[in-house]
C-alpha cells in the first residue's frame, strides 16, 4: 500500500499514515511501525548504466531508498514534534534467545522514551531463503515479542473475504474465532510489489491471535482506518483475530515463531506423537525418539516430527545432538524438550 502503480513509493499515503500514528501517541497509544518501502523508495533515485540481476536491484535500491525513507518519516513526524528511530532487522536475528532479546530491550527503552521504532528488514544483506516471508510476518514476530495488545495488518482490501474480493456478493468475515477453518475462502494472490499474499497474512494472524494477542487485518488506503478502529470498530471494516484468552509465556512466543531457526530434527514415534497432542501438557522424553537430525546444541531450537515427517512441534532442546543422539529411548532422564520450552504446531 505504500507503492503506486509504477512501483515509486507514494509519500501520499505515507503522510496519511504518520498523521494516524500521531493521533494514537496523543492519545496515550504505543506504536511501533513495521515498514517496507525501502525499494520503493530507492528505484527512482538513480539510473543505472547495466542491467543488475534480482539481489543487485534489490541491495542497491534497498541501499538508496532506506535513508530516504527514514529521512520522510522523519519529516513527517517532526511536524508533531515526534522523534523517530530506525531498527533495520533480519531473520537471524531472531534465531537466538540473546539476539531476541538484544531486539526487545531496544525497542523498550524507545517506547520509554517516547521514540517511534520503524523497524524494517535490512535488504541490503537479507538475500537468501532466510528472508521474512514479508513484513507481515516481520510485524508478527515484533508484537509477539514486545507483548503487543494488538497487531494491525494494513493492506489494501477491507479484510479477509468469504469469497473473491472483486466477487461483488463476497463479504468480509468479521471476526474469526480459534475453531475457525477459513482456508477455503483465502486466495493466494500477492500484489505486484509485495512478496506475501493474504495466506500470509492469515497464517501470521492466527499464531499471533494464539498467543493472545489480537490482530486486525485491515484497508491501509481507507480514510483514517487507524483511527476509526480506534473510535469506532464496530462500523468500521475489517477482520479481527480474536485472541486466545490463555496466552503463553514469552519464551514460547519466541519459539512458536522459530520453526525457521530450527538447527536441527526429532523424529519421534506414534505414540510420543499422540501423548505430544493430547489435552495434558507433557514433555518431550527420549523414550519416545527415533531418531535425530542435524548438528545443534543445548538451547537450540529443533522441529518435532510424527513418522509422517510432518512438523508437529518446536522447541528448545534441553541436550546436544551429539549427547541425544545417546541417549535415544532411554528412560527416567531430564526430557529432550520441556513442555516449558515446547509449542505445537
Given at each position: 500500500m505504500l507503492t503506486r502503480e509504477d512501483g515509486k513509493l507514494d509519500v501520499t499515503r505515507m503522510s496519511a499514515i504518520a498523521d494516524q500514528i500521531a493521533w494514537l501517541k496523543q492519545h496515550d497509544y504505543e506504536v511501533i511501525l513495521v515498514s517496507s518501502g525501502a525499494m520503493a523508495s530507492g528505484r527512482g533515485e538513480m539510473k543505472v548504466n547495466r542491467k543488475l540481476d534480482s539481489v543487485e536491484q534489490r541491495q542497491l535500491f534497498s541501499a538508496l531508498g532506506q535513508a530516504k525513507l527514514i529521512n520522510l518519516y522523519y519529516d513527517l513526524f517532526r511536524e508533531y514534534r515526534l522523534h523517530v528511530g530506525q531498527i533495520l532487522t533480519m531473520k537471524e536475528s531472531f534465531s537466538t534467545r540473546g539476539e531476541y532479546l538484544n531486539q526487545r530491550a531496544c525497542m523498550t527503552v524507545m517506547l520509554e522514551n517516547g521514540?517511534?521504532?520503524?523497524?524494517?528488514?535490512?535488504?541490503?544483506?537479507?538475500?537468501?531463503?532466510?528472508?521474512?516471508?514479508?513484513?507481515?510476518?516481520?510485524?508478527?514476530?515484533?508484537?509477539?515479542?514486545?507483548?503487543?495488545?494488538?497487531?494491525?495488518?494494513?493492506?489494501?482490501?477491507?479484510?479477509?473475504?468469504?469469497?473473491?474480493?472483486?466477487?461483488?456478493?463476497?463479504?468480509?468475515?468479521?471476526?474469526?474465532?480459534?475453531?475457525?477453518?477459513?482456508?477455503?475462502?483465502?486466495?493466494?494472490?500477492?500484489?505486484?510489489?509485495?512478496?506475501?499474499?493474504?495466506?500470509?497474512?492469515?497464517?501470521?494472524?492466527?499464531?499471533?491471535?494464539?498467543?493472545?494477542?489480537?490482530?486486525?487485518?485491515?484497508?491501509?488506503?481507507?480514510?483514517?482506518?487507524?483511527?476509526?478502529?480506534?473510535?469506532?470498530?464496530?462500523?468500521?471494516?475489517?477482520?479481527?483475530?480474536?485472541?486466545?484468552?490463555?496466552?503463553?509465556?514469552?519464551?514460547?512466543?519466541?519459539?512458536?515463531?522459530?520453526?525457521?531457526?530450527?538447527?536441527g530434527v526429532i523424529r519421534i514415534n506414534k505414540k510420543a506423537a499422540d501423548a505430544l497432542k493430547g489435552d495434558k501438557a507433557v514433555s518431550l522424553l527420549l523414550v519416545g525418539v527415533t531418531a535425530i537430525e542435524g548438528d545443534f546444541e543445548e538451547g537450540d531450537i529443533v522441529n518435532i516430527v510424527d513418522e509422517n515427517s510432518n512438523t508437529i512441534a518446536v522447541g528448545r532442546s534441553g541436550y546436544s545432538s551429539a549427547d541425544a543422539c545417546k541417549l535415544i529411548g532411554e528412560h527416567d532422564i531430564k526430557p529432550l524438550v520441556h513442555y516449558d520450552y515446547l509449542c505445537l504446531e
Open positions: 521514540v517511534i521504532p520503524i523497524v524494517n528488514e535490512n535488504d541490503t544483506v537479507s538475500v537468501t531463503e532466510l528472508m521474512f516471508t514479508d513484513n507481515d510476518e516481520l510485524s508478527g514476530l515484533i508484537a509477539s515479542m514486545m507483548d503487543a495488545d494488538t497487531l494491525v495488518i494494513l493492506s489494501n482490501v477491507d479484510g479477509i473475504y468469504n469469497g473473491s474480493p472483486s466477487d461483488p456478493h463476497s463479504r468480509v468475515i468479521p471476526s474469526v474465532y480459534h475453531n475457525r477453518d477459513i482456508s477455503d475462502y483465502i486466495l493466494d494472490e500477492k500484489s505486484d510489489f509485495g512478496r506475501g499474499g493474504m495466506i500470509t497474512k492469515c497464517n501470521i494472524a492466527r499464531k499471533v491471535a494464539d498467543e493472545g494477542i489480537k490482530v486486525i487485518i485491515a484497508n491501509g488506503n481507507t480514510h483514517n482506518i487507524l483511527i476509526d478502529l480506534v473510535q469506532h470498530p464496530l462500523e468500521t471494516m475489517h477482520t479481527e483475530f480474536v485472541p486466545n484468552p490463555n496466552g503463553v509465556s514469552n519464551v514460547k512466543k519466541w519459539i512458536a515463531h522459530s520453526e525457521s531457526f530450527a538447527k
